[in-house]
């Protein structure tokens, strides 16, 4: 699914009113899907919506929500920001259509917050409700809320009451996910054609809530031009690439992976890859390290084999360890180099000669990258499927220049990079981002700060590597692991909270993403 700017999004609502389909008509539309999420998710006994209507577009949504809800019997209180009659000619058009409706609905009323007394009338009218519908501000907003607007959202927001948003929660920039002096939180945010960028980036982010994406036909054709090659990675997107597992299918046919990785130092990192590669559904995973650790791995991996090699004499892996691990290099499907492995200049020169000579399918984390440090065009001369999976820090230290933390030019720069160096790059972050080697991006919708810990990279490095030598392709393998790792960390912090989670929680808790992977796949291919 794509996403999109607010000016795209114009774009292509503009364009098809003007060829498809009229301005009333995708109005109605968007109400439709709101009121029947609401009516879906809030039982009929005691319902009753305060609907807030604001001055735009986003307010003639919010007028057909009112429409529809008390056509099926649900009390709707609608609080007017600014008279009606300021509303746009649909959103006017619609308030006209609630207006016959009102003397025949027991149970509709109209609210009209330019009396002196608003804030009065608010407070009476959310002690019978049961929910809040936000049509106040939708993507149009680009300053920050101030007098009345400003106080109606604080309204809102200590209610305790939940809340579902039209498009966007008001107060936040859909482009940027800035929340302009302050915003609603919301507890669903249901987005109208596409998500917007904004919606996915923090701290936007945190006021969306759950993220609902509402269809509302908009022709493929009008899209295509408009779009600007940004998709949302969620569990949909993420089962339309797992290739079906045959049922009698054996270790060999698995995949292999090769994990060259820790140090003396860091013997963590190397146990963490390894068995997330494993929970991939990887057959076979093989670890190389430096020979003094082994014993120490060994202790905490019982899948794995062990392959010792030459070390420094900082016990990170020599440029000696090329002949031990050349054979398995050579049974391989897939490499993973870097975890923990230590910046040692003389293992720097063995990550140099492991990514030039592996001619195999590679994933390069952590240290496998800061040893390319300045040397990224080491990438492209590579004919093998590559992927990288640097934090903002370690991609600095690769291209030798800052990162920008904006959305687009954070996006900019992760598709600029995919495809000067040919490579598959998962830039880790909140969220993270993956890019083609073509320059499409991919927005990671789930994660949360549980992830905020030593060792998680580790993990999801592990899970790329698992997945891309099952014969997945690199950017299947990037979007299905990044999808994994992130709903892990959702799903480990309801149950040990955000500050609760260490990186090995990971691994215990794949097990219900994985299921949710392949039963969203096997339906897929049913239909």
């Known amino acids: 699914m794509d996403v999109l700017t607010n000016a795209r999004m114009k774009k292509i609502d503009d364009e098809t009113i003007a060829r498809f389909c009229p301005g009333i008509e995708l109005m109605e539309r968007a109400g439709k899907q709101v009121a029947d999420f609401i009516l879906d998710r809030f039982p009929k006994e005691g319902f ?3 609907i807030f209507v604001g ?15 008390s056509d099926r019997g649900r009390a709707c209180s609608v609080l007017y920001l600014k008279p009606p009659e300021s509303l746009p000619i649909d959103g006017f058009k619609n308030y006209e259509r609630l207006r016959q409706r009102v003397s025949s ?20 009218d959310f002690v019978d409700s049961t929910i809040i519908v936000d049509g106040l501000f939708g993507t149009g907003l680009t300053r920050g809320l101030e007098g009345q607007a400003l106080e109606v959202i604080r309204l809102i927001n200590e209610s305790g009451l939940p809340v579902v948003s039209i498009d966007t929660p008001s107060g936040v920039n859909g482009d940027t996910g800035e929340v302009l002096g302050e915003a609603v939180i919301a507890d669903s945010t249901i987005t109208m054609g596409y998500p917007k960028l904004g919606l996915l980036f923090h701290p936007g982010r945190s ?27 969620d569990r949909d997107e993420a089962a339309r690439r797992l290739s079906p597992r045959s049922p009698d299918a054996h270790k060999y046919e698995c995949g292999t992976a090769l994990l060259v990785s820790g140090s003396r130092e860091y013997t963590g990192a190397t146990v963490l890859a ?7 559904g990887c057959g076979m995973v093989y670890v190389a390290v430096p020979e003094g650790v082994r014993g120490l791995v060994e202790t905490k991996l019982t899948e794995a084999i062990t392959i010792p090699v030459a070390e420094t004499s900082v016990g990170t892996i020599a440029p000696g360890a090329w002949p031990a691990i050349q054979p398995y290099v050579d049974k391989a499907d897939a490499l993973i180099v870097g975890p923990g492995m230590g910046r040692h200049p003389e293992t720097t020169k063995f990550v140099h000669e492991l990514v030039a000579k592996a001619g195999k399918p590679l994933v390069i984390d952590a240290d496998g990258v800061n040893a390319l440090e300045g040397e990224a065009k080491r990438l492209e001369a590579l004919d093998v499927p590559v992927v990288i999976t640097p934090h903002s820090g370690e991609l600095a230290r690769l291209l030798k220049t800052d990162i920008p933390d904006g959305p687009l030019d954070r996006i900019e720069t992760t598709r600029a990079t995919a495809k000067s160096l040919c490579v598959t790059l998962i830039h880790k972050g909140a969220p993270t981002l993956i890019a083609s080697s073509a320059g499409d991006v991919w927005i990671n919708y789930h994660g949360n700060s549980a992830l905020a810990t030593a060792g998680t990279g580790d993990v999801l490095t592990g899970l790329v590597g698992g997945l891309l030598a099952q014969d997945e392709d690199a950017l299947d393998a990037a979007c299905m692991a990044c999808f994994l790792h992130g709903r892990a960390g959702e799903i480990a912090s309801w149950e040990l909270g955000l500050r609760g989670v260490i990186a090995g929680d990971l691994l215990a808790f794949l097990g219900e993403p994985i299921l949710e992977l392949e039963a969203t796949a096997a339906t897929r291919r049913l239909s």
Do not use: Q, Y
């Open 48 to 50: 009753k919506a305060s």
């Open 207 to 233: 006021h969306v809530g759950d993220l609902v994406t509402a269809d509302l036909g908009f022709p493929d054709e009008v899209l295509e031009v408009h779009s600007m090659g940004v998709h949302l990675l």
């Open 105 to 124: 609905h027991k149970h509709l009323k109209e609210i009209n917050l330019t009396r002196s007394d608003w804030v009065n009338l608010i407070g009476r």
């Open 274 to 280: 390894a068995e997330a590669a494993l929970r991939s």
């Open 55 to 69: 001055p735009g577009n986003n307010g003639g949504d919010a007028l057909v929500v009112a429409r529809l809800l």
